[in-house]
Structures are given as C-alpha cells and as structure tokens.
C-alpha cells in the first residue's frame, strides 16, 4: 500500500470521482492490483470507483469463476468480455511471436469495454520488474531507451491509463498474491518469449551483483539521475 500511495501521491493517479476500470487477467499481478485498489479506495482519502474487468483471450474456454468469487468477496464488480484473440492469433494467423499484437487487442477491447462501463481510467498491473524488462527490451531490441510511463492519457479512447504498482517489485507481488485464486497462463508460447529470456537474464544478472534489479528501476524512475547524450551543454568552447 505504501508504494501504491508513493505512485499515486508522486503521478496523481488517482483523482476524486474517478470510475476505473481494472485490467484483471487473473493472474498475481492483476489480483494484486485490484486487491490493493479495494483496499485503497476503502482507506484512502479519495473518493473513486472501480470495476474488474477481464479480456476473455480463451474463446470462452477458461472458467473465471474464482475470480467472480474473489471480486465478489472484494466488494468489487466484476465484468468478461468476450473475445476471438486467440483464434486470430494462432489458428487465424498462426502467430509465432504474438505477443505485441495480443497485448495491442487485448487493450483495445479492455479500452472499449472500459467506455462502455461508464469508466474514465484504465488501471494496469504492470510493476516495477516490467519497468526495467520494457526498457531493457527496447534498447536491445529497437536500439531505443523508452519504458512504459506510470500515467498516460489515451487521446484516441478518451482514456487515461495508469500504472499504480510501478514502485513494486515481482518478489513484493509473488509474497502479497499467496492465497489468490492465480488461473494458469494458457497461452502457447508463455515462458518463452523476449520478455521471459529478460526476465531470465535480469534475474541471472542480479545474483550476481546483489540489488541490481532494484538499482536499475531506480535509475529509471529518478530523473535526476539521468546522464544522458541530450544533456550535453553546446554552447560552451571545447
């Protein structure tokens, strides 16, 4: 809850009269998120609303019936919506890197449905390790030092999307989400995609040099510390 606070404290995540919409996959990170949300909006000084919602990707094969149950026990409503991403993606397309265009599908219908309740945010559970995969993922692989921002507003939708568990760690996560009715990821290529070989290599990296991981979301969220090419001063003499 302290990290949730420190992100909405330090962005404005959160504003009074919000209606969010909650991405809830029914994995740990979107349990976590929603969990932390109930909590917040019971505790906190804000007054907001929020709804869970799940992308169906499964062609109405997975059972969310745990998930409805854990909402329901949250106070929360909770709302499926139906889709055919994993026909398009792998019977339709056959897809052997699907994840860009899953996640581009998956947000325009969560987006979609999140206009349609009636909401005016988009709540992710993106945290802190994704923070530094993204980033690491982008400069490796599109020669570009760029992450995923805490807040953005979405002109198209008319959205803004925010990313409270930016400040918490997978570790935070895996040890807050025991207990949570976790559903299995059944995508075909889960765990073994570009994220999973960084996530992999970050992991590797940081037993080797001992907080690493935590350094480096440091150095990413703490503008200050940035030393970068665009701070070069021209205009003095060499």
């Not at 330090?10 to 991405?23: F, P, R, S």
């Not at 996640?103 to 988009?122: D, I, P, Q």
């Not at 350094?215 to 003095?236: E, W």
Request: proline share 3%; hydrophobic share 35%.
């Amino acid at each position: 809850m302290s990290h949730l606070r420190r992100a909405d404290d330090t962005y404005a995540l959160i504003k009074n009269g919000d209606k969010i919409a909650v991405g809830v996959s029914g994995g740990k990170d979107s349990l976590t998120l929603l969990h932390a949300l109930s909590v917040y909006q019971k505790f906190g000084l804000k007054q907001f609303e929020i709804i869970a919602v799940t992308v169906d990707c499964t062609n109405g094969k997975a059972d969310y019936g745990k998930v409805a149950d854990f909402c329901a026990d949250l106070g929360v409503k909770y709302h499926v919506e139906p889709s055919e991403i994993f026909a398009i993606l792998f019977d339709a397309r056959k897809e052997k890197n699907p994840c860009s265009l899953c996640s581009k599908l998956r947000n325009g219908m969560l987006n979609t449905a999140a206009k349609r309740l009636g909401c005016n945010k988009v709540a992710l559970a993106h945290h802190g390790d994704d923070l530094v995969e993204t980033f690491l993922l982008c400069m490796t692989h599109e020669g570009r030092l760029s992450t995923f921002h805490p807040v953005m507003y979405l002109s198209k939708a008319d959205l803004t999307l925010i990313r409270p568990l930016v400040y918490v760690t997978e570790r935070e996560i895996i040890a807050a989400s025991r207990g949570y009715p976790v559903l299995e990821n059944p995508c075909p290529v889960n765990h073994k995609t570009r994220r999973e070989y960084m996530k992999e290599l970050i992991t590797r990296l940081d037993r080797d040099i001992p907080d690493s991981r935590e350094r480096m979301l440091d150095a990413i969220i703490s503008v200050n510390r940035y030393n970068l090419f665009d701070k070069i001063d021209n205009t003095r003499d060499n």
